[in-house]
């Protein structure tokens, strides 16, 4: 176990892989994505700047939920939020429609390198034996 400083209210908690919040300010977290997202859901022409204001969260937050599509915001102006790949503004996730498909297409190349720990399916031998009665 490994102690933390809480980056919300500076206390210490035992630290969980990705986590840098305590587990009290994360669960209060958690409750504010859900009136966040209704609030969008209610207004759906709000700005980022306005939900951060209204919630009392930073705009970092925000974005990070829409990097990871749990939140999207209607009116793509109004996020704000750079394509990592050409600069252009999007709604939610990470890339833009155009570098998403340049990825796509250069993601054989990309594959190699980036290959996720799957392990290559085992033959599986026994299958072939079958149980007669
Ligand atoms: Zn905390
Ligand atoms: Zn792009």
């Avoid at 994505?33 to 204001?53: H, L, M």
């Avoid at 996730?93 to 990309?110: D, H, L, N, P, V």
């Amino acid at each position: 176990m490994e102690l933390r400083a809480c980056k919300n209210c500076k206390r210490l908690y035992n630290h969980f892989s990705g986590e840098t919040l305590c587990p009290t300010c994360n669960s209060q977290l958690d409750e504010i994505y859900r009136e966040v997202k209704s609030y969008i859901y209610d207004n759906p022409n709000t700005t980022i700047q306005e939900v951060a204001e209204t919630f009392n969260i930073t705009i970092q937050t925000l974005h990070r939920w829409i990097r990871e599509e749990r939140l999207e915001f209607a009116g793509s102006s109004l996020v704000g939020l750079p394509c990592q790949g050409c600069g252009t503004t999007i709604k939610s996730g990470r890339y833009c429609e155009s570098c998403k498909k340049s990825m796509i297409e250069g993601f054989s190349a990309a594959y190699e390198s980036d290959q996720p720990k799957v392990q290559k399916e085992q033959k599986t031998s026994n299958n072939r034996m079958r149980f007669i009665k």
